[in-house]
T-cell receptor
Framework: GDSVTQMEGPVTLSEEAFLTINCTYT??????LFWYVQYPGEGLQLLLK?????DKGSNKGFEATYRKETTSFHLEKGSVQVSDSAVYFC??????????????FGQGTTLQVKP | DAGVIQSPRHEVTEMGQEVTLRCKPI?????LFWYRQTMMRGLELLIY????????DSGMPEDRFSAKMPNASFSTLKIQPSEPRDSAVYFC???????????????FGEGSRLTVL
């Protein structure tokens, strides 16, 4: 079945450092890919998305490119801030009526940014 | 606009007791999801509804778990009897009808943290 694998956390960075969180997926067909973020004590919220190969999703300085050849959707940010400390989830939505509305999430990667 | 509302935010109970978690989705959304989050297993989809009808309950761990959606504005997740291994944060999420909003965007509540002693 469909699945998402993320790099192990926690990731600890200093402010203004470059961030990469790796995400790879297994799916049939052409899924849509997402990054969600969970701030402490809150539910998840959508950060960015990409719906087809070579699409780049971006938001709040974060970017991720849908790479079908490597089945990857790595999250990057050029300069992290303390306020980016959160748990980041990679997710996919398969195609076909049986997958309508349903997201498959990775295990989450905790990011801690120190001043 | 109000987001997804879950109650209670925290619940501490003893093994064997019945637990009921509640969710009010965003008005106009026709999909509702129940997820469970633990350190060991991450975020797991338990069940989801479309137009109040359960579509996929394959993630419900066992018969002790049940979920209902009697109308478009309310859903419950019940555990009876509860066990210590059920301790987790339970999230409810909703999403708009297909073709509206951002495809695949789920709106999550703040979660219900359950501790079973």
């Amino acid at each position: 079945g469909d699945s998402v694998t993320q790099m192990e956390g926690p990731v600890t960075l200093s402010e203004e450092a470059f961030l990469t969180i790796n995400c790879t997926y297994t799916a049939t067909g052409y899924p849509s890919l997402f990054w969600y973020v969970q701030y402490p004590g809150e539910g998840l919220q959508l950060l960015l998305k990409a719906t087809k190969a070579d699409d780049k999703g971006s938001n709040k300085g974060f970017e991720a490119t849908y790479r079908k050849e490597t089945t990857s959707f790595h999250l990057e940010k050029g300069s992290v801030q303390v306020s980016d400390s959160a748990v980041y989830f990679c997710a996919l939505k398969g195609h076909g009526s049986s997958n309508t509305g349903k997201l498959i999430f990775g295990q989450g990667t905790t990011l801690q940014v120190k001043p | 606009d109000a987001g997804v509302i879950q109650s209670p935010r925290h619940e501490v109970t003893e093994m064997g007791q019945e637990v009921t978690l509640r969710c009010k989705p965003i008005s106009g959304h026709d999909y509702l999801f129940w997820y469970r989050q633990t350190m060991m297993r991450g975020l797991e989809l338990l069940i989801y509804f479309n137009n109040n009808v359960p579509i996929d309950d394959s993630g419900m761990p066992e018969d002790r778990f049940s979920a209902k959606m009697p109308n478009a504005s309310f859903s419950t997740l019940k555990i009876q009897p509860s066990e210590p291994r059920d301790s987790a944060v339970y999230f409810c999420a909703s999403s708009p009808p297909t073709g509206q909003g951002v495809a695949g965007e789920l709106f999550f509540g703040e979660g219900s943290r359950l501790t079973v002693l």
